[in-house]
């Protein structure tokens, strides 16, 4: 039972060693011959993306749910979706993008090989553009410009541009025969049908792909896009890439700021919504409190009308008349009778007790 073990753990390390192995210059030719005459800019970003393959199937599935937007609207909603710089660049792309996720087995085989060595991916490059030049089919056409250069460290390379740095067209090959038949014709194909340049080893064109002339356009202009010097060798591609990375930190710390900021703001809007709250209620309580006071004036008010109307203030002064606590210039005339009235009544009572003794005699 170990022995069996043992034995499929050597085989299983056998094949982990054989597909970590690194490709033949053949293999290579073959992986990247469908791709290799596509302008520099396109496929320097093409070659990252591939190295995240599934990221490359989210892509083609989010821009299938986003057919309606296209240019710099849909790079914008591609940035925000939080895809990376290379596929917002591919976005505008969809064939490309769709080519890649439905070869999800050579698109894979290219991001280890691109991972693994980059000179020997830019090597294979520039042996299969060698040989369409020689054999007639890569050329400088309206749609793009070919040209060969000199590295800085004296390497010859070919070198593949739009024609016109606004619009991108998408060579459409039959990668059998393009490397080998001569021919001196081109043709543009509309994107529902590039046949015709495949089954006769032309090399055509897709509609171009209007990038635009914005100078704000990252993926065009800047670090991150098309001019930024990203041709098919060494130095080239490590100051494109060292550029894409500063670009990217760059990127990154403009975003901790906007995020920094706009926290900074939520915090001193909430101090003043809470401020606002304060006042308000302040406010309140001193309205309802100068409300209430003038509620207690206006009751004090009213009651005391109220009492003057049903006469309560004469009635206090009869009273006090009727005690005699009031004192005026009719005041001895009152008591004056008062008197005379005693008097009468006491004579009165006299006069009737003498009678009753005369009878009783």
Same mark, same amino acid.
């Given at each position: 039972? $170990?022995?069996? %073990?043992?034995?499929?753990? /050597? ?11 690194? /490709? ?10 469908? %791709? ?6 396109? /496929? !320097? ?35 925000? !979706? ?44 520039? =042996?299969? $553009? ?32 739009? !024609?016109?740095?606004? %619009? ?8 059998? %025969? #393009? ?8 043709? #543009?194909?509309?994107?529902?049908? @590039? ?38 060798? @060494? ?8 550029? =894409? ?13 906007? #995020? ?34 003038? $509620? ?23 009273? !006090? ?38 009878? $009783? =005699?």
């Amino acid at each position: 039972m $170990r022995a069996i %073990v043992l034995v499929l753990a /050597l085989g299983a390390m056998t094949a982990t060693a054989t597909s970590r192995a690194p /490709l033949t210059p053949g293999e290579l030719d073959s992986i990247l011959a469908p %791709v290799a005459l596509y302008p520099d800019q396109l /496929l !320097a970003q093409m070659l990252l993306c591939a190295t995240k393959p599934a990221t490359v199937g989210a892509l083609a599935e989010w821009l299938r749910s986003h057919e309606g937007l296209a240019g710099t609207e849909l790079q914008d909603a591609a940035k925000t !979706a939080g895809f990376d710089p290379s596929f917002v660049a591919l976005a505008i792309f969809p064939d490309v993008v769709n080519a890649m996720a439905a070869q999800t087995d050579r698109t894979t085989r290219l991001g280890q090989a691109f991972t693994a060595d980059k000179s020997a991916v830019f090597a294979s490059i520039q =042996r299969l $553009r060698t040989r369409a030049r020689d054999a007639g089919t890569l050329k400088t056409t309206p749609q793009q410009q070919v040209e060969t250069r000199t590295t800085s460290e004296g390497q010859q390379v070919i070198v593949i541009e739009p !024609a016109n740095p606004q %619009v991108v067209y998408v060579p459409q090959y039959n990668p059998q %025969v #393009v490397y080998t038949q001569p021919t001196s014709s081109t043709v #543009v194909v509309q994107q529902e049908s @590039n046949s015709n340049a495949a089954a006769a080893g032309l090399i055509g064109f897709t509609a171009g792909i209007a990038i635009g002339a914005a100078i704000d356009n990252d993926y065009y202009y800047g670090p991150y896009g098309w001019r930024g010097g990203a041709y098919m060798y @060494n130095d080239g591609w490590d100051d494109y890439y060292d550029a =894409r990375e500063d670009a990217r930190e760059d990127w990154t710390d403009h975003r901790e700021d906007i #995020v920094e900021d706009r926290g900074e703001t939520a915090r001193a809007n909430q101090e003043q919504r809470t401020e606002r709250t304060q006042a308000r209620q302040d406010t309140r309580s001193t309205t309802q409190t100068e409300r209430t006071e003038r $509620r207690s004036g206006t009751q004090a008010a009213t009651a005391t009308a109220s009492q003057e109307s049903r006469g309560y203030s004469r009635d206090t002064a009869t009273s !006090a008349e009727r005690s005699g606590t009031k004192s005026d210039a009719f005041s001895g005339y009152s008591s004056g009778k008062s008197e005379r009235a005693a008097s009468q009544r006491g004579q009165k009572s006299r006069s009737s007790s003498r009678s009753g003794g005369s009878r $009783r =005699r």
